[in-house]
């Protein structure tokens, strides 16, 4: 049974980066606009800049669990 992410897509980008602040590189590499952004769902602004989510999650998980 795969664990339970620490990240999820309904989280609020500025919430995870003030919690885990090494992600920024994460949002900037795939070009997902954590800046105007920020204020919103992982997936609601992924989506806008047109970034797969499932990606980004997995990345952004991976980057904090390592």
Avoid: H, Q
């Avoid at 919690?19 to 606009?33: A, C, G, H, Q, S």
């Avoid at 919103?40 to 980057?63: F, H, P, Q, Y």
Wanted: glycine share 6%; charged share 30%; net charge negative.
């Amino acid at each position: 049974m795969e664990a339970e992410p620490l990240i999820s897509k309904d989280m609020v980008i500025n919430d995870v980066i003030k919690k885990y602040p090494k992600t920024v590189r994460i949002f900037n590499e795939l070009k997902v606009d954590a800046c105007c952004g920020g204020g919103n769902s992982i997936e609601k602004t992924a989506r806008a800049d047109g970034v797969d989510v499932d990606t980004l999650l997995k990345a952004l998980n991976k980057m904090i669990t390592e």
